[in-house]
């Protein structure tokens, strides 16, 4: 598991039908890092601390072991600065 903090969210039209109408949302480990792409399974907004699975754990969290994600939000930081991030 990790703690990412959301950014913003991802619009894609065009994807495989697998996907559903599950949100999309742009996360970061810290500030600066690498950027990566989330399935949304708990209704996240921009500027939430979130904690994120990934592997087969996030297929599952997001619906099935056949779902094409590797990287899924599974919960929502109540308290969270992020300066430890």
């Given at each position: 598991?990790?703690?990412?903090?959301?950014?913003?969210?991802?619009?894609?039209?065009?994807?495989?039908?697998?996907?559903?109408?599950?949100?999309?949302?742009?996360v970061q480990e810290k500030e600066g890092g690498s950027r990566s792409v989330a399935v949304d399974a708990v209704g996240c907004i921009p500027g939430d601390w979130?904690?994120?699975?990934?592997?087969?754990?996030?297929?599952?969290?997001?619906?099935?072991?056949?779902?094409?994600?590797?990287?899924?939000?599974?919960?929502?930081?109540?308290?969270?600065?992020?300066?430890?991030?």
């Amino acid at each position: 598991m990790k703690i990412m903090r959301v950014e913003k969210t991802l619009v894609s039209t065009n994807r495989i039908d697998g996907f559903g109408h599950r949100p999309l949302l742009v996360v970061q480990e810290k500030e600066g890092g690498s950027r990566s792409v989330a399935v949304d399974a708990v209704g996240c907004i921009p500027g939430d601390w979130v904690i994120c699975v990934g592997s087969s754990a996030a297929r599952e969290a997001a619906g099935s072991k056949e779902f094409p994600s590797d990287l899924t939000i599974v919960g929502i930081i109540d308290h969270w600065t992020g300066e430890n991030a």
